[in-house]
C-alpha cells in the first residue's frame, strides 16, 4: 500500500478557475497512480471573502469533471487553535520574534525600496531588540526568523533544482497583530498535520516553498516533496486570471463542453505521454507521471477543446451522450418533456452531426424540443408565392401516407422540384423554414422524419403560408 498523500487547497473565495482544476486533476491523478489518497482543504481563514456558497461550488465543480477526493474536506478555519501553537512554539525554541513595527514604518521602507527600484525586504529592526525595549502602545505581529546565510537549494520534481539566495527571503509576518496566521503559517501546519507526502502546485507557489522549507527545518518537521507545475497562459501568452472569459468550469458547462472532453484537455495542457491525444479515465491514471510535466507555461487553446469536445460526441455511446443532453438542457436551456424523448433518442445519429457541444445539438434539435418555434425573420422572407405553393403541393402529397420514409419521401421532393422547375434547395429551404424556424439546421429527410407525418402536417398549415 502507498503512503503517498496529495491535496487540493483552494480559498473559497470565488468560482474555481480552470487553472486550479488542473493542478487539482494532477494531484489526483497522481496520488491514484500511486495507489494514494487525495485530499481537498478548503482554505477559508480570509472571513471576509470565504462564502459557503463558493466552497458549494468547487465541491461540484470537482465531481462535475471526475475528481473524488478521499474522506471530509479539512476546513483549515478549524484548525487556527494548531496553527497559533505552532507560532507559540517557534518563539519559544527561537526562530519567531515579536516585530513592533508601525504601519507608517513599515510603509516608508517600502517607499525607499521603491525609490531604489529594488524589491521590498523587511530590515528586521526587531529581529535582536530585547523584549524588554518593546513599546506598549503597540501590538505586534509575529514574525519567523529567516535564515539569512547561504543559500536553500529545491528539489522540484517538476523544475529539476532550483537555488535562492537566503538573504532574498525577509523575516516574513507568521501571526498577524489580531491574531490570525498567515497563508504560509498555515499551509505549512496543516500539511504536516495532514501527512502530505507530495505538494503538487502551481509555480507562482515557489517563493512560499522556500519559506515553508525553513518553517518544517525550525520544527525538525519530516519534509514533503515539491512539484511545481507552469502557469496557464491565455492564447496571446498572458497569465490566466479571473476575470478571462471561460476561466471557470461553469463557463465551460454552459456552452456544453461535457466533462470527459474538459479533463481530457486539461491532462494533456503541459503534460504528455508519447504521442497519445486521447485518454479514458483509466488511462489517464496509468500513465500519469510527473516527469510528463512540461517546464513552460501552457496556452489555453479553445479551439482545441472543441476539438476534443466533437471527438467525444462523436465516439460516445449514444445512451450515455443522451443522458449528458438531458442533464445538460435541464439545467442550461429547457427541460426535455417526457413525450419527446423518444423523438430526440432516435435522432441523436444526426442531431450531432457537425456538433461541436452539446449547445449546437440543442440548437440542432429545438424544433423538436419546442412547443413554439420561433422563425428568423429574413428566413421567413424565403416563404414567397412560389415557396408557398410547394409547400401545399407537399402537404397533399403527405396526406395519403401512412408513414414518413425517405424511401417514400424523395419521389415526392423529385416529383415538386420537376413540377416547379427548381431544385433541392429551392423545395427543401421552405419546408425548412416552416418546419423549424430557419433555414438552416439539419438534413430535410431528417427532419421530416423526426417530426413524422401528423407533427409535419401540423406545422405546415401554419397560418404563415396562407
Known sequence: MSNVATRFAPSPTGALHIGGVRTALFNWLFSKNQNGTFHLRIEDTDKERSKNEHKIQIIKSLKWIGIEYDGEEYIQSSKIKDHIDVVNELLKNGNAYKCYCSNEEIEEQKKRARQ???????????????????????????????????????????????????????????????????????????????????????????????????????????????????????????????????????DYAKIGI?????????????????????????????????????????????????????????????????????????????????????????????????????????????????????????????????AKKIIQEFLIAITALDNLSREILEPIINSLIKKNETNFKGVGQPLRVILTGSKFGPGLYDILISLGKDEVKKRLGTKIIR
Request: net charge neutral.
Open 116 to 250: 531604489k527600484k529594488l524589491p521590498y525586504i523587511y530590515n528586521g529592526k526587531w529581529r535582536n531588540i530585547p523584549e524588554t525595549e518593546a513599546p506598549k502602545d503597540i501590538k505586534p505581529v509575529i514574525r519567523f526568523k529567516s535564515n539569512l546565510e547561504g543559500s536553500t537549494i529545491l528539489k522540484d520534481l517538476v523544475q529539476g533544482e532550483v537555488e535562492i539566495d537566503n538573504n532574498t527571503i525577509e523575516d516574513f509576518i507568521i501571526l498577524r497583530n489580531d491574531g490570525t496566521p498567515t497563508y504560509n503559517l498555515s499551509a505549512t501546519v496543516d500539511d504536516h498535520q495532514m501527512n502530505m507526502t507530495h505538494i503538487i502546485r502551481g509555480d507562482d507557489h515557489k517563493i512560499n516553498t522556500f519559506k515553508q522549507i525553513q518553517i518544517y527545518i525550525a520544527m525538525g518537521w519530516k519534509m514533503p516533496k515539491f512539484a511545481h507545475i507552469p502557469l496557464i497562459h491565455t492564447i496571446e501568452g498572458k497569465k490566466l486570471s479571473k476575470r478571462d472569459n471561460a476561466s471557470t468550469l461553469e
Open 258 to 386: 461535457m466533462p470527459n472532453a474538459l479533463r481530457n484537455y486539461l491532462l494533456r495542457l503541459g503534460w504528455s505521454y508519447q504521442d497519445k491525444e486521447i485518454f479514458t479515465l483509466e488511462e489517464s491514471i496509468k500513465y500519469f507521471n510527473l516527469e510528463g510535466i512540461g517546464k513552460s507555461p501552457s496556452k489555453l487553446d479553445m479551439s482545441r477543446i472543441l476539438s476534443i469536445n466533437e471527438h467525444y460526441i462523436k465516439t460516445i455511446d449514444e445512451n450515455e451522450l443522451y443522458k449528458y443532453f438531458v442533464e445538460y438542457c435541464e439545467t442550461y436551456k429547457e427541460k426535455i418533456k417526457i413525450e419527446k424523448e423518444e423523438k430526440i433518442k432516435k435522432s441523436l445519429s444526426f442531431l450531432k452531426n457537425k456538433a461541436k457541444t452539446l449547445e449546437d445539438i440543442f440548437n440542432n434539435s429545438k424544433y423538436i424540443i419546442l412547443d413554439d418555434i420561433s422563425f428568423n425573420k429574413d428566413d421567413l422572407k424565403l416563404i414567397d408565392d412560389k
